[in-house]
């Protein structure tokens, strides 16, 4: 039996900037955090010829192409693995919630299926992977953000180059540094779940419109790696870079935001925000609020208390959490 563990992702900056569309002739820049939120894939054989997939819902079938899980079904079809199978899929947070999860699921299961089979590992090579199974083999429309983002742990910028490949830069913060951000940030679910599918499809069909958009969110991508590569981090400054990026990226497509999603952003910065973002492609899922930690009561109450988390870092990426074979 392997066990894997993989973050979900927090998008801070260059949301956009990370469709090869785009970042083949501008070059892209993404600014994220892998945060202590799983997805988990366990992986065990079976002794008869059955495939048995456990998600929200049970699948059991003869042979992985009869699978109706589109992920699952590609990974286990591009190493061959056709039957006799065990699989269970448990996510800490509820898919369409702006946290990566599609990214965290592909990751995983990829990863679940190379240790498996006994493959090195190499995070480069699983993200890229990742990449491919949800963009090329199964055509979603899809930046390339959240593979890099769950698979490598903690801070990083991600550059996503000409040349398509993608360079990633740790952004290692001292402890006082990472304490600060995660006491001063917390995320507060909107109450709705969204499919990003439609929203991406709009966001790349308007890409050539919002040339001039992408560019600043690019630049504002690398404003907010610089701040958070200060001495000593200035949230409010990164608060208002955040703040920047959430008023640009929503106007890259209309189904990205509306006036119940602004109210709750305009509620939240009234009661204390320095700024803040939607997550994810938009129409749903978590805000990330950079406030005061002696403030965050408040704009919880204002909001109607609803359900949120706090912000911290992963510092493992997509790892192996339990090997049978390596266990006493």
């Keep these: 039996m392997i066990i894997t563990r993989t973050p979900y992702r927090v998008s801070l900056a260059g949301g956009g900037t990370d469709f090869p569309s785009y970042f083949q002739d501008h070059g892209g820049l993404v600014v994220s955090i892998a945060i202590r939120k799983y997805f988990y894939m366990c992986l065990t054989s079976r002794l008869d010829d059955n495939l048995r997939l456990a998600y929200f819902k049970t699948e059991f079938v003869r042979h992985a192409g009869e699978l109706k899980h589109e992920i699952a079904r590609a990974v286990f079809e591009s190493y061959g693995l056709s039957s006799g199978l065990e ?3 448990v996510g800490e947070v509820p898919a369409g919630s702006g946290l990566g ?3 965290a699921v ?3 299961t990829l990863r679940a299926v190379r240790a498996f089979l006994k493959l090195e590992h190499d995070f480069a090579a699983l993200a890229r992977e990742a990449v491919e199974i949800e963009t090329e ?5 899809s930046g390339w953000q959240d593979q890099y983002g769950v698979v490598y742990p903690g801070l990083k910028a991600v550059e996503f180059r000409t040349d398509k490949k993608a360079h990633v830069e740790p952004l290692v913060l001292s402890r006082e540094n ?6 001063n940030a917390v995320l507060v679910f909107t109450g709705r779940r969204r499919a990003s599918a439609p929203v991406l499809a709009q966001q790349a069909a308007n890409q050539r419109a919002n040339l001039s958009c ?4 690019r630049g504002i991508a690398l404003e907010v790696k610089k701040a958070l590569c200060a001495e000593r981090i200035d949230l409010r400054l990164l608060g208002e870079l955040l703040d920047e990026s959430w008023r640009a990226k929503r106007t890259l497509a209309d189904s990205i935001t509306d006036s119940s999603i602004d109210r709750m952003y305009e509620v939240g910065r009234r009661a204390g925000a320095w700024g803040g ?7 749903g899922g978590f805000y990330l609020f950079l406030v005061a930690k002696e403030n965050q009561p408040k704009l919880l109450s204002s909001l109607g208390n609803p359900p949120w988390m706090p912000l911290t870092f992963d510092l493992n990426g997509c790892s192996i959490a339990y090997d049978a074979r390596q266990a006493g």
């Design 178 to 183: 990472q304490m600060l951000l995660e006491e």
């Design 87 to 89: 699989m269970s899929m």
């Design 106 to 108: 592909a990751a995983g």
């Design 277 to 283: 973002k939607l997550l994810g492609a938009g129409g």
């Design 137 to 141: 083999t199964l055509g979603k429309p």
């Design 214 to 217: 992408l560019r600043l969110l």
């Design 101 to 103: 999860s599609s990214g």
